[in-house]
């Protein structure tokens, strides 16, 4: 394998840069593939994992690899690097596709040895993929059906179209997601964004499992990103949603849970328009009734246009602090044994896999996975869960 100097290897990788963007995505494994090699490594193989987070599906064909179970589901599940000896002697290298927070793959490439200078090279590749990757999917479908295992249902397809990623953040915060049925959603969503000051995140339930549900949703999603937009407060946020429903779904209504997370002072506010109430972990323990407030209506209804202002609760975070919002969908679920998972089951759960040490997002993978099992992959009701989590802020 022939190695490159380190001014050629950088015009190499500006070469890439400069072709990626005119790289049609089913293209992508043949283009990453020349520019391994000019870079003095070898094959190289890029899997993007399903919706479910369950398993990897190789980019340029069907092989697949479990998330649990296999090297390189080991990587994608800790987000660093793992190298794999083979049978011919050679080495691959697994490296995550990071988007920010947000897990879309890896990337194993394959050379016979491994020095700083070709990891440095691995890791560059693996950036570069990465950002093409998100920049393509928007109008890929290839890309898209890569991620499916199934067939998608209307409701879930003009839901899943409205996400934004299941994890946003930075050094300071982390906002991360998980929603199932992940085929046959019907009006559970959930949305995050991340401003230089604030962490923004949503959770909605409509009434319902059907189209109309899902149009609830969408109007939500829609009013809530209106109106964050545009600088509103929380109260005006939700009451954005409250006079878009009444005015084009007024048979309709949605819960939800609205936050905002000041990434300087650690202080969260949010407005509960009849939805369960918020978790707080802290010290891997649930902070019993921590979050707790009297309820107010669903967005939609009636009431919540008589003129009565929303309440806005505030609580002070301490860094590594973990809060929790999930839709009803989740305790309800059933166990085998036909009782419901329930609140102490769910918060059982969340313990586990926080005191476990892993990542926001890996510990919320874990946590729909348990519960899937328990109901043996079938759901009645949306699940959605969505975990914020404040680091310790910025130092000057």
Known sequence: MKDVTGSDSEHVLHALLAEVHTTAPTNLSVLVNRYAVRLGLGHAEIYLVDLQQRQLTLLSGEDRLPVDGSLAGWAYRAMSLRVQNTDARTLIVW????DGEERLGVVGIHMETLDSTRLERCRTLASVLAMAITSKRAFSDRLVQQARTGTMTLPA???????PPRTIGDDRAVSTAVLEPAYALGGDAFDHALTESTLHAVILDAMGHNLASGLTTAIAMAGCRSARRRGSGLREMVRTIDEALAEWLPEQFCTGVAMQLDLASGILSWVNSGHPP???IRDDQVLENALEHPGEPPMGTPGTLGGHPRTVHEVSLRPGDRVILYTDGVTEARM???SQF????????????TAAG???SEALRQLIHALLDHQNDKLTDDATILMIEWRQPHRV
């Open 95 to 98: 490296l995550p596709l990071i």
């Open 157 to 163: 397809e003009m839901l899943r179209a409205l996400l």
């Open 278 to 280: 918020p978790l707080l």
């Open 336 to 338: 085998p044994g036909g």
């Open 342 to 353: 329930g609140l102490d089951g769910f918060t059982t759960s969340i313990i586990r896999a």
């Open 358 to 360: 892993e990542l926001a």
